[in-house]
T-cell receptor, first 110, second 116 residues
């Protein structure tokens, strides 16, 4: 059965800290892994990862995929209060399915 | 716990026909369900919010007569794409939230609609 597991479920840090969010997956005919940031109702796209070992970066955020160990991490450096959100990862399969994790709720304190 | 089942996972239909997509919460009561449209490498675009037993709230720019949403029970919401056109081809994803849920939303696996 396809599943995506994220850890930790929640995290509270102070501004300036660095955080690492984890996502492990078991997805049939895996094609890609996606990261989203959800602050309100609709998740905002962050990254799509298809190749192992290639880091993607966007400002203070970066992510990498390990297709051998079936996991991905999302790093946020120098966190700010605006980073507070739920971070979702989703595996996309060749059977046209997105399998979402439950998300990691990050709270950044000033 | 907190599983949302979405069917079908893929559908191909002819232009002008209607397609119904179901979103079910399997082990919890979903007081609110959300419908999104997903484009490749893009954010999920919220189309509408549906609450059980009441009319759906549509986001600006979403045609309510074209995208019919029904949330007749606490475990089922449906999205019907009426008179589908090729430009409606997309991924449609639902999510559900339950009252008192600490961690928010549970997402369905999506439906890939192709209109030919």
């Amino acid at each position: 059965e396809d599943k995506v597991v994220q850890s930790p479920l929640s995290l509270v840090v102070h501004e300036g800290d660095t955080v690492t969010l984890n996502c492990s997956y078991e997805v049939t005919n895996f094609r890609s892994l996606l990261w989203y940031k959800q602050e309100k109702k609709a998740p905002t796209f962050l990254f799509m990862l298809t190749s192992s070992g290639i880091e993607k970066k966007s400002g203070r955020l970066s992510s990498i995929l390990d297709k051998k160990e079936l996991f991905s991490i999302l790093n946020i450096t120098a966190t700010q209060t605006g980073d507070s959100a739920v971070y979702l990862c989703a595996g996309y399969s060749g059977t046209y399915k997105y399998i979402f994790g439950t998300g990691t709720r990050l709270k950044v304190l000033a | 716990g907190a599983v949302v089942s979405q069917h079908p996972s893929r559908v191909i239909c002819k232009s002008g026909t209607s397609v119904k997509i179901e979103c079910r919460s399997l082990d919890f009561q979903a007081t609110t369900m959300f419908w999104y449209r997903q484009f490749p490498k893009q954010s999920l675009m919220l189309m509408a919010t549906s609450n059980e037993g009441s009319k759906a709230t549509y986001e600006q720019g979403v045609e309510k007569d074209k995208f019919l949403i029904n949330h007749a029970s606490l475990t089922l919401s449906t999205l019907t794409v009426t008179s589908a056109h090729p430009e409606d081809s997309s991924f449609y994803i639902c999510s559900a939230s339950r009252q008192g849920a600490r961690y928010g939303y549970t997402f369905g696996s999506g439906t890939r609609l192709t209109v030919v």
